[in-house]
């Protein structure tokens, strides 16, 4: 499956964006589905995750109650909606997807996914 990231761009504290990550291929109602982010000099980290059906959704504790991930698999496409932005959510941010196996046991660790979308810079100013 191909991923293409977009929505990215500069946003003030307390604004939102909405990211949207497309994916190709028949097979992607099947695949767990996650994004990250990397800042300068970081390492990348998980953002949040969602089960193959939209059933499960998961979240990184930096992010719980502020951000909402979402799918539709009619249109081969997941969300990442973003609310009350901080300065510190500044980084380019990737979609990812892995098989449901995998996704079961390692839906946080960037490591274990196989495809990887190219990213979107998501820059928030104070």
């Known amino acids: 499956v191909q991923l293409q990231a977009f929505g990215g761009g500069l946003v003030q504290t307390g604004g939102s964006l909405r990211l949207s990550c497309a994916a190709s291929?028949?097979?992607?109602?099947?695949?767990?589905m996650g994004w990250f982010r990397q800042a300068p000099g970081k390492e990348r980290e998980f953002v949040a995750a969602i089960s193959w059906s939209g059933g499960n959704s998961y979240y990184a504790d930096s992010v719980k109650g502020r951000f909402t991930i979402s799918r539709d698999n009619a249109k081969n496409t997941v969300f990442l909606q973003m609310n009350s932005l901080k300065p510190e959510d500044t980084a380019v941010y990737y979609c990812?997807?892995?098989?449901?196996?995998?996704?079961?046991?390692?839906?946080?660790?960037?490591?274990?996914?196989?495809?990887w979308g190219q990213g979107t810079q998501v820059t928030v100013s104070s």
């Open positions: 291929g028949r097979t992607f109602s099947s695949y767990g």
């Open positions: 990812a997807a892995t098989t449901p196996s995998i996704f079961s046991a390692y839906r946080s660790d960037y490591t274990k996914y196989n495809y």
